[in-house]
């Protein structure tokens, strides 16, 4: 089977498990208020992009295992906020969330190391915690 195959096969059962625990919810939801399926519907909403954040996250320590016999540092990167265009009006303080040029820093300082040590992981959050 072909490389292109293969990815075309884990992208079906992805898609497969992911679209049957959608319907699932959507089968439970039948019965429930519009203000109730607002609500599940924002959740559902948080929980796909947890899904992806958590996807992205394991397929950096896969990557990491597949490259490193290479000599290929894979490092994953998990920022909290970062104040960005998209806080603009939100009303949040922008001294609350972290600078992006953070996040810069912390990539470059992880690029620094001897070519036998590697940054697996960079989690960052506000200072007082996720918004």
Known sequence: MSQSSRLNNTLKQRDFKLNALLELTEAINANWSEEELL???????DVHLGISKFAL?????????????????????????????S?????VDPKRIMEAND?????????????????????????????
């Open 103 to 131: 996040i810069a820093e912390m990539i470059y300082a992880s690029t620094q190391l001897s070519p036998q040590a590697v940054v697996e992981d960079i989690v960052m959050r506000p200072l007082l915690g996720d918004l």
């Open 87 to 91: 806080w603009a009006g939100s009303g």
């Open 39 to 45: 609500y599940q519907f924002q959740n559902i909403v």
């Open 57 to 85: 996250l394991g397929f950096s320590k896969n990557l990491r295992l597949e490259l490193k016999d290479k000599g290929i540092k894979v490092t994953a990167v998990c920022p909290g906020a970062v104040f960005t265009n």
